[in-house]
């Protein structure tokens, strides 16, 4: 028999895979809990932009996690495709940003941030363009996760929903399921995105992370008719390498109704058809939302509970967690390990 410690991640979206992986590779034994399919959420329902919408307008808590993140891509996907056969589909594509991007603020910003961009000058319409800015295709990721995950030996258990904590303090050392059944571990991690506040239950304390809803078109077009994302007032397009188009996203504060709206439909439809002119011909062949983990300025906490010895939480990424799932799980098993994350977790901790 093992010897290793055994952590329960709770929640099978990005972030709670990343941070099984990360542990599993650490030696630990890993268990994974999901009360739907894992990536069946918010991580399924993203966009797969790996870098912050206009960054110069984020705190750099925000753009740091989000970076290192990024930057951890290439590999992560590389080992994915490697082990599992099945390919994210990281592409640098790059990304057009059109008027108004915030200027010569802007180009500071990346030039203080390591980050390459031109103005682009087309047919008298100034643009910012950031040819390494990268996406993969998220559903692809989640199910390459899935399949290292298992590959790895981790225990993954589906349509298995957890209870609101009733513990208290101390030494937490079982989490109990809605149907009944207790799931030991020495130490556990909450990574349950928009719901995480519902499991800790009086435990959320000042915990703030919401359900934000974002709604999605889907269009398909030939392969290499948008070359790069574009990027225009809260609007982006999406072209993945078979030519389906990604049109997000609203931002919507309506608890947990993952129903999609035709109000938002028209709006996004307007929004493509104005970018790209042959999306208006096209149909929309897909409209979905999802769920965000929505926070206060979009900072996640990557810490320990405040009130038990071997509770953490990984949650509250907002719209960037698939950005952010790779350095935040780093972050997490530093943690976990008292060793020194690379980032200062400081700006992460659990509000009080
Ligand atoms: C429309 C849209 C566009 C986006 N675009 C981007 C983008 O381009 N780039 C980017 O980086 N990010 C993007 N995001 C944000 C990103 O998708 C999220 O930040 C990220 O998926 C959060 O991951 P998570 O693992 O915390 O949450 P989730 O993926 O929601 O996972 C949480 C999991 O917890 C499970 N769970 C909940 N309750 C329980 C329970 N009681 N017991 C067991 N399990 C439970 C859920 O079933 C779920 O699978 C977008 C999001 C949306 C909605």
Redesign the pocket.
Known sequence: MSMSKHVLV????????LSAMVLAERGWRVSL???????????????????P?LPWNYTEPVNQL?LA?ASLYPMLCEQLLAITGIDPQYQACGMRIMPNYGGEAALQWCQAHGIAAEKKIEKQVESLWLPQVA?VR?PRLMQALHAFLLARGVQIFEN?????LQAEEGRLTAWP??GGLRFEADAFIL??????R??LGAQALYLQVKP?????LLYKLEPGVLPNMIYHEDF?L?PRRDGHIIA???VEDVGFDKSTTQEAAAHLAAKAANLLPQLARAPVIRH??????GSPDNIPVIARHPRFDNLYL????????????PSSADMLAALMSDETPSLDAAAYAFPD
Not at 314 to 325: K, L
């Open positions: 709770v929640g099978g979206g990005v972030v709670g895979c809990i999901d009360q739907g399919m894992l990536g069946g959420e918010a991580s399924w329902a993203g966009g797969g932009i790996l870098f919408l989000a993140g996406q998220n298995v929903a957890l209870a609101p399921s809605i990574t349950a995105g928009a719901w995480s519902n499991l934000m809803r974002g709604q999605m982006y999406i997000g996203s609203t979905w939302s999802g769920l965000r983990p990984n949650t509250g990424h907002f719209r960037y967690g698939v950005t952010m799932a």
